[in-house]
């Protein structure tokens, strides 16, 4: 039977099937309403100044989205329906970088936070936390609620994070330098490491990146292995750990993170390309190259959450700061929308991590 969740979700699909807002669209930057008919595949959302990195991003269930910056220790909201300036969210002033992101429950999100150098791509030991993000209060005029959840001194890289059990506060954070995957308590603020194994970890013999984005799919935990090229997965228990074999899923180029439709498919960002794989492992590009500036240096994809967005995957980028397109061109960081023209929409909903759990895990919605 589904809940009042479940409920939201399905009203949504029927509106999403029927109804392409354009007066809930009519301040788009272009400044003109958008038709799901004449909507570019393509559209840049914001653009950030030069040399700005973003790291990742969430999206609100009210359709904003919160982005992450690696070369600032800033976490912003950006709005996708009205070209107006980012807004900022909080910064973090004893760090230098914002990495993973990911929703506990409606407006309440758990971030990664450290210092890590976008010049020199290295880390600084002891420095990496997991915070708590709450912007309930903020529904009201007041600034979000902030606090930390735990330092992890030992964490190398605290990339990608994703939520475990929303109803426990238990979230995954990967340690790309590592291979670590922890588990930690966001109420308690214990953590432990749950997943190790060579495909986690970086090629012997180097430091490189390695498990970097993570999201959990009908009992599987996905990966990225940056370094080595691959997606992996494992099946993981209501804790977090292996209950079976880790297994390369597919091959890559150099994959960042990730986002799942309701359909199993994989939206994944490498080297200024979107790539879509399919459950049986199969992969095409579906926007970028390595020679355009419309996904310079992608980092990250979630999907729009509201009846206007549904068929929407919002990626986010560094503007080529990691790889520049043709080897020497760099832009800002930008956030763009990817309209996919699903023909069944709902294959390309997916529901947030809380919205998820809520849900049947046989659900053909099921999703994380």
């Known amino acids: 039977m589904l809940g009042i969740s479940g409920i939201k979700l399905v009203t949504q699909l029927v509106l999403g099937l029927s109804v392409w807002s354009a007066s809930a669209n009519a301040e788009i930057a272009a400044g003109h309403s958008v038709s799901r008919r004449d909507a570019p595949l393509l559209r840049d959302v914001w653009v950030f100044p030069n040399q700005t990195w973003i790291e990742n991003i969430a999206v609100r269930a009210n359709g904003q989205l919160l ?4 070369t600032s220790p800033d976490l912003y909201q950006v709005n996708p329906f009205k070209e107006e300036p980012p807004t900022l969210i909080h910064k973090f002033t004893d760090s230098a970088s914002v990495f993973g992101i990911t929703e506990l429950e409606d407006d309440v999100f758990a971030v990664s936070v450290g210092n890590y150098s976008a010049v020199t791509f290295s880390t600084t030991p002891g420095t990496w936390s997991i915070w708590k993000v709450d912007l309930r209060p903020a529904k009201d005029g007041s600034p979000a609620a902030i606090s930390l959840v735990t330092k992890i001194p030992e964490a190398g890289v605290l990339n990608g994070v994703t939520t475990l059990d929303a109803d426990a506060g238990l979230v995954l954070a990967a340690d790309s330098v590592k291979g670590d995957v922890y588990r930690i308590d966001v109420s308690t603020g214990e953590y432990k490491v749950v997943l190790k194994d060579d495909l986690t970890s970086p090629e012997k013999g180097t430091s490189k990146l390695a498990v970097n984005g993570i999201h959990i799919f009908k009992g599987f935990l996905y990966f990225t292995n940056s370094y080595r090229f691959f997606l992996g997965r ?56 390595a020679n355009s500036t419309d996904l310079a240096g992608d980092t990250a994809a979630q999907f729009g959450r509201t009846a206007n967005d549904l068929g929407t995957l919002y990626v986010v980028t ?18 763009v929308a990817v309209d996919l023209h699903a023909k069944k929409q709902q294959e390309y909903t997916a529901l947030s991590h809380w919205q998820s759990l809520q849900l049947y895990i046989g659900s053909p919605f099921y999703i994380s």
């Not at 982005?67 to 690696?70: F, G, K, Q, T």
Request: glycine share 16%; hydrophobic share 40%; no cysteine.
């Open 67 to 70: 982005v992450s910056l690696l």
């Open 234 to 289: 494992v099946p993981i228990d209501a804790q977090g750990s292996a209950i079976g074999p880790f297994e390369k899923f597919a091959d890559t180029k150099l994959g960042d993170d990730f986002a799942i439709d309701g359909a199993g498919n994989i939206f994944l960002t490498q080297e200024s390309t979107l790539v879509k794989i399919t459950p049986d492992g199969k992969s095409s590009v579906l926007a970028g190259s």
């Open 318 to 335: 560094n503007g080529g700061i990691s790889i520049p397109v043709n080897g020497s061109y760099v832009s800002g960081g930008k956030v």
